[in-house]
């Protein structure tokens, strides 16, 4: 049986003396035994006199943190609660949304399923709208998250296609050797050696004398390395390679909520890194969409590659602003580690606005220069240039490769990671949606 509207307050310490006075002389004392002052994350169960739980008191620490109710979601028994603190409107959907993404398992395989467990507030100002933006951000969890043999090529382009039908995209799904007969030859260079075939999906939600927003992700759904094979323990987390898609996918989903002045454009090419006979080879040079030749250097950079002409692309269709997601390097986490991804633009005004955006939802990202000097590692003695990058700034280099397929005043590459190598008050370890939220509420502050 599962317990219903269990009170809940969080507090903060210097709220706790005054809290006290509300409570009765067994409920004071039990705090007393247990030392609770209401420190970060604390947690107080207080029980009834025949042993259920009366009410639970929830520590802040020294100031309110939104954040700490993914610890609710993660922590807290199977139940319904029912937040008895009155919390500011603003505060109320940042609660919600942390709890809702805290609450979050992965447990589509799990002969017994997760734990139901709701809170209800009281005043939040935007329960349902945030619960909604919660469960999208949840979803693009589950695509990284799931493994190749259920989310291929196939399973993946689906599911984005089903989307567009869905809202009444316009759909554009480019496949298999019309990649090459339509121009997109580094994509097909890179999928081609998988069962299942390469393709380039394009959902458009047009609309007239608005801004062109296009929305660009890596969606390699398994990247063994190709013939510059990884060793295991590099291969092992390789299902999570798509996680670029799964951020890009996200944000026009969240972004199709909404009716913002934008033309919403998202582009995803959809590739298995795999090893066959007619897989590519290092020292093999393919022209791309843009007419640049590529010697390719590494089959292991091959993200890279299927975004050049995904890049190109998007450029031609005129694009007023261009973001792409891509777990791209591993340089990118040797700097800066998991959790916080960096980011590259040719826009200075740009990159203020990330920031600021960044900071206000608490969704961390770190600019990282375009330094040109590096562009010479890029050379080729036999193409226009190679898509390896030497063995110095590798997220630096991988960024220069991208933009000479850009042409857009705006321009953001994001170097996502898209996994928590271990549990976090918001999420468990696993698939991770990153700099998605950042990117929401830029857009959101400049076309709403």
Avoid at 90 to 117: C, H, M, V, W
Avoid at 275 to 303: F, H, Q
Wanted: charged share 25%; glycine share 8%; with cysteine.
């Amino acid at each position: 049986m599962i317990e219903k509207n269990i009170p809940l307050y969080v507090i903060c310490e210097n709220e706790f003396a005054e809290f006290s006075t509300q409570l009765d002389e067994f409920e004071n004392s039990f705090l007393k035994s247990i030392g609770f002052s209401a420190k970060n994350k604390e947690i107080a169960k207080i029980p009834s006199k025949s042993g259920e739980i009366k009410k639970i008191i929830f520590g802040m620490g020294k100031e309110f943190n939104a954040q700490n109710f993914g610890v609710i979601g993660r922590v807290f028994d199977e139940g319904i609660y029912k937040l008895e603190t009155k919390l500011r409107p603003q505060d109320a959907d940042s609660a919600i949304l942390y709890f809702e993404l805290g609450k979050y398992f992965y447990d589509t395989f799990k002969t017994n399923p997760r734990k139901k467990i709701e809170l209800i507030f009281a005043n939040a100002s935007n329960a349902v709208k945030t619960q909604k933006f919660a469960d999208i951000i949840n979803k693009g969890r589950d695509l990284v998250n799931s493994p190749t043999n259920i989310l291929g090529p196939d399973a993946l382009a689906q599911k984005i296609i089903e989307t567009g039908k869905e809202n009444n995209c316009q759909i554009e799904i480019i496949e298999g050797d019309d990649l090459l007969k339509q121009n997109y030859p580094l994509i097909h260079a890179v999928g081609r050696a998988s069962s299942q075939k390469p393709r380039f999906v394009i959902l458009r939600k047009p609309k007239t004398n608005a801004p062109k927003i296009g929305i660009i992700g890596k969606g390699v759904v398994f990247d063994t390395g190709g013939l510059n094979i990884k060793t295991g323990n590099f291969m092992g987390l390789m299902k999570k390679d798509m996680g670029g898609a799964a951020c890009a996918f996200t944000l026009f989903r969240l972004l199709l909520e909404q009716d913002f002045n934008i033309d919403l454009n998202l582009y995803i090419p959809i590739v298995e890194n795999s090893i066959a006979g007619d897989a590519m080879r290092p020292s093999d040079v393919v022209k791309s969409r843009k007419g640049l030749s590529v010697e390719i250097d590494n089959t292991d950079a091959e993200g890279r590659l299927i975004l050049a002409d995904a890049l190109t692309r998007a450029s031609e269709d005129k694009m007023d602003f261009m973001v792409d997601f891509a777990t791209l390097t591993g340089a990118a986490r040797v700097a800066l580690g998991p959790d916080l991804p960096p980011f590259y633009s040719n826009n200075a005004q740009l990159i203020e606005e990330i920031k600021t955006a960044a900071q206000k939802v608490n969704d961390p990202v770190w600019n990282m220069p375009l330094w040109e000097n590096y562009n010479d590692d890029l050379d080729s003695s036999i193409a226009d240039m190679k898509n390896g990058g030497g063995a110095f700034a590798g997220s630096m280099t991988a960024a220069l490769f991208l933009q000479k397929f850009v042409e857009c005043n705006e321009w953001v590459h994001f170097d996502v990671y898209c996994w928590n190598p271990k549990e976090k008050s918001i999420g468990p370890m696993g698939g991770e949606i990153q700099a998605v939220r950042a990117m929401y509420e830029l857009i959101q502050n400049r076309y709403s």
